[in-house]
Every structure is written in C-alpha cells, then in structure tokens.
C-alpha cells in the first residue's frame, strides 16, 4: 500500500501562485509513477500533470500547460506541483495519485492509490 498526503492548497487572488505537495509512504517512492488530478464540483475529475520515476518525462494538460511545473524529489518522497498565474478555472480539489506502469497519464483507472485531496479557491 501508499499513502498519500497532499497539502498547500488555500484561497489565492487570480495571478497568484501556490505550491502543493505531496508525501508518500508505504512503498519505495522511486518505483511509482506521480500525477496531480483535479476535480471542481459539479466536473469530472481531470488530469493536471505528471512525472516519471526518475523525473524524465513530465506530462502536463492543455489547460495548465507553461503555468503549472510538476517536479519530485525522490529523497523525500515528495511530488510537487508549482502553480502560477492562478485563474478562477482552476479551482478545484486536487489529488495527487500513484502508479507502478503508465500507458494513458490521463486515464483515472491507471492509477492505483489516490490521497485525500487539497482545495484550491483562486478569487477574482
């Protein structure tokens, strides 16, 4: 089993910044794939981003594309997710998700461990 932990989520102005991260536990953290989903009410939940083991390949949605930079660090067993240049769209509780193998980042079902989720309110 992981377990996930996400936090670093709150209420920011739009044009504003905010940082998640994300802990694992339970299993060697280098061994899982890493991604960041979202899911404002009402909506499906989507993918936001992800990372490769080692951090060499990154894969980031349309919508979030040269605002957000997903990175890892392995010795802490942490994923993170720097947000920039909020918009009020991006609103939402975003989880952070593991998996050993990936084929489809954007695919839920891919994923095998999910955290609790951290809310995001970006104000206008």
């Known amino acids: 089993q992981v377990q996930l932990v996400e936090s670093g989520g709150g209420l920011v102005e739009a044009g504003g910044s905010l940082r998640l991260s994300c802990v694992a536990s339970g299993r060697t953290f280098s061994n899982y794939v890493m991604a960041w989903f979202r899911q404002a009410p009402g909506k499906e939940r989507e993918f936001v981003a992800g990372?490769?083991?080692?951090?060499?390949?990154?894969r980031y949605a349309h919508a979030v594309e040269g605002r957000f930079t997903v990175h890892r660090d392995n010795f802490k067993n942490t994923v993170y997710l720097q947000m920039n240049s909020l918009e009020v769209a991006d609103t939402a509780l975003y989880y952070c998700?593991?998996?050993?193998?990936?084929?489809?980042?954007?695919?839920?079902?891919?994923?095998?461990?999910w955290g609790q989720g951290t809310q995001v309110t970006v104000s206008s």
């Open positions: 990372i490769s083991r080692t951090s060499v390949a990154t």
């Open positions: 998700a593991a998996t050993r193998d990936i084929t489809h980042w954007g695919r839920k079902d891919e994923y095998n461990y």
